[in-house]
Structures are given as C-alpha cells and as structure tokens.
C-alpha cells in the first residue's frame, strides 16, 4: 500500500523520521482501532482527552493564521479551525453523549500529562518561532491521521466498533484538507526559506516534526495505559 501524497516537505520530514513515523502510525492503539480488540472504555478516555487536544490545537491553528505571511495561508488555516471547532470535535461530542459523558465534562477533563506536554510543545514551537516552526510541529497530527484513515479504511475488520471514527479521517473531504494544507507548507517553505533540503533551518524544522511524532506516539500510549 502506497502512502498518499500530501507534499514535499512533509514527505522530507517523514522519511527523516521514519522510524517515530512507524511507531506513530502503526501503534498497537490504532491496531485495536482497527481489528476492534480495543477496550471501549480506553476509547472513550482517549476521546475525553482528545476533545481537551483539539480545544488547543484549534488554539494552535488559530495561531497559524495570526503567523500567516498571504491570504492563502490565512484562508487554509481559518478552515482548519472551522473544521476542527465544528466538524472534527463532533464526533467526540456524538460518541462521549453515547456512552453518558456529556459536553461540559468534555471541556473540563482533567488533562493527562502526554496531553498536556504535546499541546503546549505545538502552542510553544508557535510562540516561539515563526508559522514554518508551527507548521512542523502540527503536520504530524493532521497528515499521520490522514495516512491512518486511509490504511485503516482499506484493511480494517468488517466489524469493528471503531469504523465512523476510521471514516472520519478516511473521508475524501479529510484526504482533500491533507493535501491542501501539504500544498500550502511547500508554499510557505519556498517563500520563506527556499528548498527545504539546503536550507539552514532544515534540522531545527526536523527537530519540531520528530518531536510532534513522538509526542504522538505518547498519546496513543497514554490511551492503552488507563489509570
Ligand atoms: C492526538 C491527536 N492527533 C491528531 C489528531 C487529528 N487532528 C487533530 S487537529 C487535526 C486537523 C484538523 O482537522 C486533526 C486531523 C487528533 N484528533 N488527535
């Protein structure tokens, strides 16, 4: 199975991190996801602690537009937080009303420190560095659930509970933003720092993506290690 194409520099970046980048996609979490033999309540925590990750990485898009340099940055990373706000948090809504947890306790969840420690590193590389640094550190999360949904979808068990939250980032509407925001960061990369490849920023960039996909990996583990 071919991996789909989302750009150049996440193409570069990955393959830099390709050992974190199997760990993070091919994790034993999203395997249980997958087959159906993961626990539903290691779902649902999952779920509760990832509506409190997207509250702030919805901070962290948000951010992204305050950085953006054109108008087409501006626009990709407004409907990112469109979609994330009002879209992507649903099906968590949906999912934690199903099983008696509802919306208010969503928002005020006490977060977990492989939570914690993955949203403010993203909040960080923002604050710190310029819309490159924040980008880095954010395309692990939305193309490694690009690559998930799409392998998952293809290969999942007919029966396993977890296949809307498999759709969800399968869906051709997920794939498409993928490629959007791929598309955009090759953009940003060339007007800013020219070819990612010679540039002097290439290993500190590398740093914020490698980081971001461990972290990842972090939240998987955080999800089969309930307290
Ligand atoms: C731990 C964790 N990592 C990644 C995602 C997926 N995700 C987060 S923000 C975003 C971009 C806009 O939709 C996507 C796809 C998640 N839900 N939880």
Redesign the pocket.
Known sequence: MTAPDYGRSFALWRAAAAEDWQDYTHHAFVEGLRDGSLPRRCFVNYLIQ?YV??VH?SRA?SMAVVKSETMEEMKTCAA?VD??VNH?MALHIRTCAAAGIDEAALFTATEAPANLA?TRYVLDAGMQGDFLDLMAALLP??M??GEIGQRLAQTRSADTPYAEWIET?ADPD?QA?CQTVGAMVDAAVARRIGDLETAPRRTALQNRFSTATRL?VG?WQMGLDLP
């Open positions: 990832d990750f997207l990485f898009w990112t979609a994330l992507e993955y999360c939305v490694g659930y980032y997920y933003l990842e939240f």
